[in-house]
């Protein structure tokens, strides 16, 4: 059974990076094609697609994150990793990790979920 | 960007009636590329159809989708105490992939 668990602080001072990383287990982050994603919840703004990242390397971002988003994977350890720099309180929102429910390059349908981390942006 | 509006905003309704609940896309999606999610407080989304009408494993035949072009619907039938929550469509054809911003289901 997949499970997804994200580790990171759940505070970041403005102007600072935001690290969160996505561990998986019951199953290999190497396997099929899948895309795994971050999605980020806030009040203000929803539900909000951050990125994604084959086990490659390779990664889509939303064009909006783009300068400030790294998404990078370490397949040694089973766990991919969001960076997200420059900070601000608009970046104060509960961060999820997610696998789709097929691997295919072309797929977003979020499956699999982490536990969601709420990150709070403050001084 | 694709925008996607959910209506209505709030649904009321009992336990045992029939949900219908909209999506529109501000252009064209494939089917291929819809999907909806149910949240309930303090939960992660949970997926429930993707690929506009195809349902995710473990989801009860009572949810159902169907749609094209830029018209979307997720009905649910008989209305179970544990259905009352949050629903989102999400589209995942063009980049970004984007969310609605929800329609809450309450009981009336």
């Known amino acids: 059974h997949l499970q997804l668990l994200q580790s990171g602080p759940g505070l970041v001072k403005p102007s600072e990076t935001l690290s969160l990383t996505c561990s998986v287990s019951?199953?290999?982050?190497?396997?099929?094609?899948?895309?795994w994603g971050w999605i980020r919840q806030s009040p203000g703004k929803g539900l909000e697609w951050i990125g994604s990242i084959h086990y490659s390397g390779s990664t889509y971002y939303n064009p909006s994150l783009r300068s400030r988003v790294t998404i990078s994977v370490d397949t040694s350890k089973n766990q991919f990793s969001l960076r997200l720099s420059s900070v601000t309180a608009a970046d104060t929102a509960v961060y999820y990790c997610?696998?789709?429910?097929?691997?295919?390059?072309?797929?977003?349908?979020?499956?699999?979920w982490g536990q969601g981390t709420l990150v709070t942006v403050t001084s | 960007e694709i925008v996607l509006t959910q209506s209505p905003g709030t649904l009321s309704l009992s336990p045992g009636e029939r949900a219908t609940l909209s999506c529109r896309a501000s252009?064209?999606?494939?089917?291929?590329?819809l999907a909806w999610y149910q949240q309930r407080p303090g939960q992660a989304p949970r997926l429930l159809i993707y690929?506009?009408?195809s349902r995710a494993t473990g989801i009860p035949d009572r949810f159902s989708g169907s749609g094209s072009g830029t018209d979307f619907t997720l009905t649910i039938r008989r209305l179970e105490p544990e259905d009352f929550a949050v629903y989102y469509c999400q589209q995942y054809g063009n980049s970004p992939i984007t969310f609605g911003q929800g329609t809450r289901l309450e009981i009336k």
């Open positions: 019951g199953g290999s982050i190497t396997s099929g094609t899948y895309y």
């Open positions: 252009q064209s999606v494939s089917s291929t590329y």
């Open positions: 997610a696998r789709p429910i097929y691997d295919s390059s072309d797929s977003h349908a979020y499956f699999e």
């Open positions: 690929g506009a009408s």
